[in-house]
Nanobody
Framework: QVQLVESGGGLVQAGGSLRLSCAVS????????ISWFRQAPGKEREFVAG???????NYGDSVKGRFTISRDNAKSTVSLQIDSLKPEDTAVYYC?????????????????????WGQGTQVTVSS
């Protein structure tokens, strides 16, 4: 049973930073590419960042230059460093896993391809 558990969310002032983590268990970590999505109130879930099993990274346009995704294969975790936070970054952040080879063969920003999801962690940015 594959499980993804997010942590690190919280309340932060605009301009601040947060580091989110996603711990993956239940299968060989290198089998997966991992992405972060977020969903703000009243909005659709959107792709934020993804990292392949070979450490290729991809970012949504709204977060480029402020968000950094990385993975630690020894710890089976993926981190999302969020800097220069803005109120519009307020959302529930989810990590999701997709088979490593599928990440290269379909649009990585589409939710439909992801097989496993975490429960989400809330990020709230005050102005």
């Amino acid at each position: 049973q594959v499980q993804l558990v997010e942590s690190g969310g919280g309340l932060v002032q605009a301009g601040g930073s947060l580091r989110l983590s996603c711990a993956v268990s239940g299968r060989t970590f290198s089998d997966f590419a991992i992405s972060w999505f977020r969903q703000a109130p009243g909005k659709e879930r959107e792709f934020v960042a993804g990292i392949s099993s070979r450490d290729t990274t991809n970012y949504g346009d709204s977060v480029k230059g402020r968000f950094t995704i990385s993975r630690d294969n020894a710890k089976s975790t993926v981190s999302l460093q969020i800097d220069s936070l803005k109120p519009e970054d307020t959302a529930v952040y989810y990590c999701a896993a997709i088979n490593a080879w599928v990440y290269y063969t379909r649009p990585y920003y589409e939710q439909a391809g992801y097989d496993y999801w975490g429960q989400g962690t809330q990020v709230t940015v005050s102005s």
